[in-house]
């Protein structure tokens, strides 16, 4: 039920438009291809994820500046009803600011107050929580003529009302449901011609094959569905003709019951004038190409990224960045459009840093590779072929039949996280990750769900003697490493490239090896949130350091601004979580370890107060569990379930999701609900029913009590460390 006073603010929005723009008032949510071509002549607003058209997360705004950026305060806050990862840029179109949550929730506030105007529920389907590897996040929506568009996470895509957030469609995306088809969406669509363009999670499970597909702007309907992997030939000719040259491309042995990966979770962008959809594709799946004594191959279309005809879904061009990629390299970081000049001649690209660690410029148009440098330290390849562009193997990478210490690693050189490109300095601002690992295959199956055999270790969490148990013996870390040169612990950077030469101009430490996004401005400045929940600030022309503001909330999401009356806003969602998140307890150095971590929007202007800190995190010690008289039998089958199905997710210790070791005795009692029935699915539990029985839920309530009680004898279950930055 909506309130009167927001009904009133939905009446006084008309008002306060007319008297911004002095004419008659549009429609909410006026973005149309007229508008957003000419988004440069309206430096106020912020049209898209990435502001533009090209998605470079750049502003011509320039009123804050190394000037007064010292100056910034509080403007306002919005706290949302979600303590995930908070991993979206808000949209401001016209004074309204467009803010999507996790699972797919979005609000409308007034960008000038904060007040909220509506807020709309996608009413998921909390069993696909489940089946986000990493954490059930949304990375941003879509504003076009009176209607805002995001997909959920259960797979679902969503038209709604900008005036009022009533529903106007929602439509099944997904080609199969089910937990033999573990699809999620978690990232932005993105407007093309007449359609929504959105693609699916998922090749981190067995079972999900990579597709991007059109559905109608007015109603919905499908237009088109383009999968970027084969299927298996053995159910008869392939759907598309590019996918008959991609079988060509995969080992006869593959199995394809783990379909294929190669998914669409993120990095898709548009081109008009050419009607082209360029999307990244994720890895393979499995993991290991050589699994079961398979030679392996190229594995078309996985870990590429692919040009797709908007009219007719067909394939333009491909690049493939990784070939048979066995590291988890997906290619589906942000796709940048720029106009670069290249031997005196502009040229339209399409850039992306690639999670392997190179940073492509390709041609818009064809796709040629017109430059390709590495960002960070890369050996899994011996470099790229000058003619053909095409990676050069590096055996010492090849972990089929030992360890190798391998960089970068599954987290990439470059995640999710947006990168900026300025075309006033004509930089690209990268949240870098000089992060390698050790990959080892532990050829043993079903240890992880979803983990394809195949571990990815961070130098600082290797430890020989805890993987043991579950792999046999292995190398020192000293060993492994001997004679590379990338760094023994993992570091965050944030690198200014230029994306030609890939000289590295200026870099600045990050406050850890998982911060946030880049924004950069005319006002010759650069922007990125951090995981400690400072906003830092500097100069994009030499990286100066100008200032750092304690925000008090970890920040993953790129920040964006914007401008309503003369006014210029900065603009981040704040949340810690995601994969950084979720995988562990929150580390000491995080802001989320120390105070709430409610997602916050958080508004700041020059002049402004200061700023809010949550409230401080305060742990209770741990209590007393229900008694128990299980078997050491059975608390032992408790850990070996929990590993597999319930650690990816619940941490032992202070995280984003319950300890489960503190559960209360009624949850005990209807443990099997929840894990079976999902009692508990509205708030992103799924159910577990297709893997688990009532023998294994009460393994795991025994192995809950049993570590709950080595937490109290110990008095380990509830210090905080002191927040270092």
Not at 255 to 282: E, F
Not at 606 to 620: D, L, M, R, S, T
Request: net charge negative; aromatic share 8%.
């Amino acid at each position: 039920m909506k309130l009167p006073l927001l009904r009133l603010s939905m009446l006084l929005i008309p008002i306060l438009l007319v008297a911004c723009h002095g004419q008659s008032a549009p429609t909410a949510g006026r973005v149309d291809d007229a508008r957003l071509s000419q988004a440069a002549a309206e430096p106020g607003e912020w049209f898209t994820a990435g502001r533009d058209g090209g998605g470079t997360y750049h502003s011509p705004l320039r009123q804050i500046d190394a000037s007064n950026a010292g100056q910034l305060g509080f403007a306002w806050e919005f706290r949302l009803d979600s303590h995930r990862g908070m991993e979206s840029t808000p949209i401001v179109v016209d004074g309204v600011m467009y803010v999507s949550a996790p699972f797919g929730h979005v609000y409308a506030l007034d960008a000038t107050t904060g007040s909220p105007l509506w807020h709309y529920d996608p009413q998921m389907d909390g069993q696909y929580g489940r089946y986000a590897c990493c954490d059930s996040v949304n990375r941003g929506l879509a504003v076009w003529k009176g209607r805002v568009y995001i997909a959920s996470i259960d797979g679902y895509l969503h038209a709604i009302d900008a005036a009022n957030g009533q529903r106007i469609f929602k439509v099944d995306t997904l080609p199969a449901r089910g937990p033999q088809h573990p699809y999620t969406i978690t990232g932005a669509p993105v407007i093309a011609g007449d359609s929504v363009i959105i693609g699916a999670a998922g090749a981190d499970f067995s079972g999900a094959r990579g597709y991007v597909g059109a559905w109608d702007l007015q109603t919905g309907q499908a237009r088109w569905r383009f999968y970027t992997v084969p299927r298996d030939p053995k159910l008869g000719a392939q759907e598309q003709a590019h996918l008959e040259k991609a079988l060509t491309t995969w080992d006869p042995r593959h199995d394809w019951s783990a379909g294929g990966g190669g998914n669409v979770w993120d990095g898709i962008a548009y081109d008009p004038t050419r009607g082209l959809v360029y999307v990244g594709t994720a890895n393979g799946a499995p993991y290991d190409i050589k699994e079961d004594g398979r030679i392996g191959g190229d594995d078309l279309y996985a870990a590429s990224i692919l040009a797709i005809r908007v009219k007719d879904g067909s394939l333009a061009w491909h690049y493939q960045t990784t070939p048979g990629d066995a590291w988890d390299y997906d290619s589906t970081q942000k796709l940048i459009l720029a106009d670069l000049t290249i031997d005196g001649q502009s040229r339209a690209v399409v850039m992306q840093a690639s999670k392997n660690g190179f940073l492509y410029v390709l041609d818009r148009s064809t796709g040629d590779v017109l430059a390709a440098h590495n960002y960070v330290h890369v050996d899994w390849t011996l470099g790229l072929d000058p003619q053909t562009h095409r990676p050069r193997p590096n055996p010492a990478a090849d972990y089929s039949r030992s360890p190798r210490f391998i960089a970068p690693g599954m987290a990439g050189g470059h995640n999710w996280q947006p990168m900026s490109f300025s075309a006033a300095t004509g930089l690209v601002y990268i949240p870098a990750l000089e992060a390698p690992m050790v990959f080892i295959d532990s050829h043993r199956k079903g240890l992880l769900e979803g983990a394809f055999d195949v571990f990815g270790i961070f130098p600082e969490d290797y430890n020989p003697a805890n993987l043991a148990a579950l792999v046999g013996p292995v190398p020192a870390l000293s060993t492994l490493a001997k004679g590379s040169q990338a760094p023994l612990r993992s570091i965050g950077v944030l690198r200014a490239v230029d994306p030609l030469t890939g000289k590295i101009v200026w870099e600045a430490p990050n406050a850890t090896n998982w911060d946030g996004g880049v924004l950069s401005t005319a006002g010759n400045l650069v922007l990125q949130g951090d995981a400690t929940g400072h906003l830092n600030i500097y100069s994009a022309d030499h990286g100066e350091k100008l200032t750092s503001l304690d925000i008090g909330t970890g920040m993953m999401a790129a920040p964006m601004t914007y401008q309503v009356r003369g006014v210029q806003y900065i603009a981040v969602l704040a949340g810690y979580g995601g994969a950084s998140g979720i995988a562990q307890p929150f580390p000491p150095q995080t802001a989320a370890a120390h105070y709430d971590n409610q997602g916050r929007v958080v508004v700041l202007k020059v002049g402004g107060g200061a700023i809010p800190k949550p409230p401080a995190v305060v742990i209770p010690p741990m209590p007393e569990p229900p008694p128990s008289s299980a078997s050491a039998e059975t608390i032992a089958h408790g850990g070996e379930t929990y590993t597999k199905y319930c650690a990816r997710c619940h941490t032992m210790g202070y995280g984003m999701l319950p300890d489960l070791r503190r559960l209360p005795p009624e949850k005990h009692a209807i443990l099997a609900d929840i894990v079976l029935k999902g009692a508990l699915s509205a708030r992103g539990m799924g159910r577990f029913d297709d893997v688990l029985t009532e023998q294994d839920v009460r393994a795991l309530s025994a192995f809950f009590i049993a570590e709950a009680k080595k937490a109290r004898a110990a008095d380990t279950g509830h210090a905080l460390p002191a927040l270092a930055h």
